[in-house]
């Protein structure tokens, strides 16, 4: 179901986007019956009753079960183009998508299907959909950090087309120090950096992204409000957070639309853009979000070209990609 891009959303960068969380419904009843896999649900109704959430972890447990239909090259690329043709409709011009390879791999998914298969629908991208791309490989923080380096090193071997790694997963109990080696080796390999921080965990851990993995930007953040200094320092060194609005309200990290902090963020004068996290889940894509804060917050076209400027400005798109974009 594709939604005309509204009118009055300039062209836009979605730059906090996990490629699985785009799986929808009616592609999970598709891939289960192309690949003979029985899934728990009678009908696309059933799922879709459990798309209603508490918390980060019950959409973790939803999110990761339903990944299970992903199996080949074919399933990665498919669920890929399926997203880039629906984030054109959106007016999106650039993704920096994240994937979480570790997912499939302790599902007995090889490294290669997972993101040969992605990497097969990026490559036809600009052509197909005008949208330019890049690949952010996502590292599971309730999982072992030797576990993650291990495949940092076979993503480097294998010559995967990646431009920086992130961090997600649950948040709470798993900080970013853990992180820390995997982050520098990153670095060294060349590789941008993320990851996500001060979602549902403190305000603490988005200072320990900046000082111990030294990201380039902060994926959600919403809690840096709780830390007026925090706020501060974030306005003064311009660090991006990438701000998922609908996402914040469905997993409850926010009361409701209306209590989100994203006007006072914007008042700060804090560097935010707006983006759809894993749209299939949580009701909407690039621009059903901005319609939302559009709608909940009244903004102005001025305020809805900061979005979308800031989410160009702190895209990792090469100098000229994102002059154009602007
Ligand atoms: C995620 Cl919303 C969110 N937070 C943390 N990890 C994630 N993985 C996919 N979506
Ligand atoms: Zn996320």
């Not at 992204?209 to 060194?237: M, N, S, Y």
């Given at each position: 179901?594709?939604?005309?891009?509204?009118?009055?959303?300039?062209?836009?960068?979605?730059?906090?986007?996990?490629?699985?969380?785009?799986?929808?419904?009616?592609?999970?009843?598709?891939?289960?019956?192309?690949?003979?896999?029985?899934?728990?649900?009678?009908?696309?109704?059933?799922?879709?009753?459990?798309?209603?959430?508490?918390?980060?972890?019950?959409?973790?447990?939803?999110?990761?079960?339903?990944?299970?239909?992903?199996?080949?090259?074919?399933?990665?690329?498919?669920?890929?183009?399926?997203?880039?043709?629906?984030?054109?409709?959106?007016?999106?011009?650039?993704?920096?998508?994240?994937?979480?390879?570790?997912?499939?791999?302790?599902?007995?998914?090889?490294?290669?299907?997972?993101?040969?298969?992605?990497?097969?629908?990026?490559?036809?991208?600009?052509?197909?959909?005008?949208?330019?791309?890049?690949?952010?490989?996502?590292?599971?923080?309730?999982?072992?950090?030797?576990?993650?380096?291990?495949?940092?090193?076979?993503?480097?071997?294998?010559?995967?087309?990646?431009?920086?790694?992130?961090?997600?997963?649950?948040?709470?109990?798993?900080?970013?120090?853990?992180?820390?080696?995997?982050?520098?080796?990153?670095?060294?390999?060349?590789?941008?950096?993320?990851?996500?921080?001060?979602?549902?965990?403190?305000?603490?851990?988005?200072?320990?992204?900046?000082?111990?993995?030294?990201?380039?930007?902060?994926?959600?953040?919403?809690?840096?409000?709780?830390?007026?200094?925090?706020?501060?320092?974030?306005?003064?060194?311009?660090?991006?957070?990438?701000?998922?609005?609908?996402?914040?309200?469905?997993?409850?990290?926010?009361?409701?639309?209306?209590?989100?902090?994203?006007?006072?963020?914007?008042?700060?004068?804090?560097?935010?853009?707006?983006?759809?996290?894993?749209?299939?889940?949580?009701?909407?894509?690039?621009?059903?979000?901005?319609?939302?804060v559009q709608e909940a917050f009244g903004l102005d076209r001025a305020q809805l070209g900061l979005l979308a400027a800031n989410s160009i400005e702190a895209s990792f798109a090469p100098p000229g990609r994102r002059a154009e974009l602007l």
């Amino acid at each position: 179901p594709t939604t005309p891009a509204l009118s009055s959303t300039p062209p836009c960068a979605e730059l906090h986007l996990h490629i699985e969380g785009t799986l929808e419904p009616e592609l999970i009843f598709e891939l289960a019956g192309r690949n003979g896999i029985t899934l728990p649900y009678a009908s696309l109704d059933e799922l879709r009753a459990r798309y209603r959430f508490t918390d980060l972890q019950s959409f973790l447990d939803l999110y990761y079960a339903n990944m299970d239909v992903l199996r080949t090259e074919a399933d990665f690329a498919d669920m890929t183009r399926a997203y880039l043709r629906r984030a054109a409709a959106a007016g999106v011009r650039h993704v920096e998508m994240m994937m979480d390879p570790q997912a499939h791999l302790v599902r007995g998914i090889p490294l290669e299907t997972s993101v040969r298969g992605v990497c097969a629908a990026l490559a036809a991208s600009e052509e197909e959909f005008g949208i330019s791309t890049a690949l952010i490989a996502a590292f599971l923080r309730d999982r072992p950090a030797e576990e993650a380096l291990d495949v940092l090193e076979d993503l480097l071997a294998m010559e995967a087309p990646i431009i920086g790694i992130g961090l997600d997963s649950a948040e709470v109990g798993n900080p970013p120090e853990a992180f820390i080696g995997l982050y520098r080796r990153a670095r060294e390999a060349g590789l941008r950096t993320v990851a996500h921080a001060g979602e549902e965990g403190p305000s603490h851990y988005i200072e320990q992204a900046l000082d111990l993995l030294l990201v380039d930007r902060i994926d959600h953040g919403i809690r840096c409000l709780d830390d007026p200094e925090l706020v501060q320092r974030l306005v003064h060194e311009k660090i991006p957070l990438t701000i998922c609005p609908l996402s914040n309200v469905r997993l409850q990290a926010v009361d409701s639309l209306a209590a989100h902090p994203l006007p006072q963020m914007l008042e700060h004068g804090l560097n935010i853009s707006v983006n759809s996290d894993d749209p299939a889940y949580f009701g909407g894509y690039a621009d059903d979000n901005f319609r939302a804060v559009q709608e909940a917050f009244g903004l102005d076209r001025a305020q809805l070209g900061l979005l979308a400027a800031n989410s160009i400005e702190a895209s990792f798109a090469p100098p000229g990609r994102r002059a154009e974009l602007l």
